[in-house]
C-alpha cells in the first residue's frame, strides 16, 4: 500500500491550506483514516481522525479551524486547514487503517487492521 500526501506549503497566519493524501495499491477497505503532524523538536501528535462511518475527533489545538474527511471508496482523506497559526507549522503525516486479510496457517485465514503511512508534507507558517 503506498499513501501519498499533497497540499503542503508555506501559509500566512490566518491563511488556509488545504491537505490530501491518497492510497494506492490495496484491495481492502478503509477502517480509519488520520492526520499526524510532527513539528521541529516535538513528537508527533494526532490531528485528526475519521472513521469509515464518519465519526469525527479532533485534538484541542485545532478545534474550530480545521476539517477532516475522508473518502472509504476512493481511499482518499483531506485536512482542510483554516485559520492557520505559527504553531501549526509541522510535516503533516496521512495514516490509513486498513481491514486486511491476513494469512493464519495452512488452510487458514483471519481478518486484521493494519496501519499505513505516508511520506508526509511540510507545512510552514510565516507572513
Known amino acids: 500500500v503506498r499513501l501519498v500526501e499533497s497540499g503542503g506549503g ?4 490566518g491563511g488556509s491550506l488545504k491537505l490530501s493524501c491518497v492510497a494506492s495499491d490495496t ?6 483514516m488520520r ?6 523538536g516535538k513528537e508527533r501528535e494526532l490531528v485528526a481522525t475519521v472513521t469509515n462511518v464518519g465519526s469525527l475527533n479532533y485534538a484541542d489545538s485545532v478545534k474550530g479551524r480545521f476539517i477532516i ?4 471508496a476512493k481511499k482518499t482523506v ?8 505559527p504553531e501549526d507549522a509541522a ?3 496521512c ?7 491476513a494469512d493464519g496457517g495452512p488452510g487458514a485465514t483471519y481478518w486484521t487492521n493494519v496501519n499505513y503511512w505516508g ?7 510565516s507572513s
Open 10 to 13: 508555506l501559509v500566512q497566519p
Open 27 to 32: 484491495i481492502y477497505d478503509v477502517n480509519v
Open 35 to 40: 492526520w499526524y503532524r510532527q513539528a521541529l
Open 69 to 72: 474527511s475522508g473518502d472509504n
Open 78 to 85: 483531506d485536512l482542510q486547514m483554516n485559520t492557520v497559526k
Open 91 to 93: 510535516v503533516y503525516y
Open 95 to 101: 495514516n490509513i487503517e486498513f481491514r486486511e486479510l
Open 119 to 125: 511520506t508526509g508534507t511540510l507545512v510552514s507558517v
